[in-house]
Nanobody, 124 residues
Framework: QLQLVESGGGLVQAGDSLRLSCEVS????????MGWFRQAPGKEREFVAV????????DYDDSVKGRFTISRGNAKNTVYLQMNSLKPEDTAVYYC?????????????????WGQGTQVTVSS
């Protein structure tokens, strides 16, 4: 069983940066892929970024490419989402998710473990 805890959200202005963190516990090995998803009010949860178990591969939604960077810490049980040049449309609750498979997925249904979410609000 995995436990995920996100942190780092907040209220910022357009153009600012934030770094979200997701700490994973409950598993001694790190062979799990991690993803970030977000959900804005009245909208479905959507894919943001994904990283493989060893950090070798990553993928992003087109809406965040070039602005967001997903990475894993040295111990592999922490995942970060560096968000630069934030826009008001990035406002959402951001969730990290884990799947005990080395390869990531852009589909939320492929993830069995989720954090509680952290709010990101970008004002114009």
């Amino acid at each position: 069983q995995l436990q995920l805890v996100e942190s780092g959200g907040g209220l910022v202005q357009a153009g600012d940066s934030l770094r979200l963190s997701c700490e994973v516990s409950g598993r001694t090995s790190s062979d799990f892929a991690m993803g970030w998803f977000r959900q804005a009010p009245g909208k479905e949860r959507e894919f943001v970024a994904v990283i493989s178990w060893n950090g070798a591969t990553a993928d992003y939604d087109d809406s965040v490419k070039g602005r967001f960077t997903i990475s894993r810490g040295n111990a592999k049980n922490t995942v970060y989402l560096q968000m630069n040049s934030l826009k008001p449309e990035d406002t959402a609750v951001y969730y990290c998710a884990a799947r005990p498979i080395v390869a990531g997925s852009t589909r939320s249904r492929d993830y069995g473990y989720w954090g509680q979410g952290t709010q990101v609000t970008v004002s114009s």
